[in-house]
């Protein structure tokens, strides 16, 4: 999910996943591994977001989460 933090769209995609890929160096468990997961991340400066809304590169949050978990 992006959030443009210009005019407040939010473009949401999903991805089918087999896997995930945790950093655990920096988590002492598996709970704060997944809270760092799908911690919102800013996209600025160099790294900006083209919004498919506004059509301007501007600022935003991007942040990932699990919408449905698979069944294994």
């Known amino acids: 999910r992006v959030h443009c933090l210009t005019c407040q769209h939010i473009s949401s995609t999903f991805d089918p ?3 995930l890929s945790l ?7 598996l709970a704060k591994a997944l809270r760092m997961f799908v911690q919102a991340e800013r996209l600025s400066k160099s790294n900006r977001y083209r919004c ?10 991007k942040s990932m989460s699990i919408y449905r978990a698979p069944a294994i």
Do not use: I, M, N, S
Request: proline content about 0%.
């Open 52 to 61: 498919e809304h506004c059509g301007k590169l501007t600022d935003a949050d």
């Open 17 to 19: 996943f087999l896997d």
């Open 23 to 29: 950093d655990v160096r920096g988590a002492d468990g």
